[in-house]
């Protein structure tokens, strides 16, 4: 069986990339030493609304992600 992305997924990786590399990558080892939360990095997340894409959008979510309903 062959699973390859949408266009729409595609983005989304790449957006995801881009905002790790620049925003939350930098910066990993010094939050995980001091054990801090990253919150404004998932205040930022949910501007880029990432923090819904797998809720469909009947939910308000971005319904980004599609779950097979069978195998």
């Known amino acids: ?39 404004e990095l998932v205040r930022k997340m949910g501007e880029l609304g990432l923090m819904g894409v797998a809720v469909h959008e009947d939910y308000g979510g971005a319904g980004l992600i599609i779950f097979p309903t069978r195998l």
């Open 1 to 39: 069986m062959h699973f390859s992305h949408n266009d729409d997924q595609q983005m989304l990786r790449d957006m995801v990339r881009q905002f790790v590399e620049k925003e939350a990558a930098p910066s990993v080892a010094e939050r995980d030493e001091q054990m801090l939360w990253p919150g």
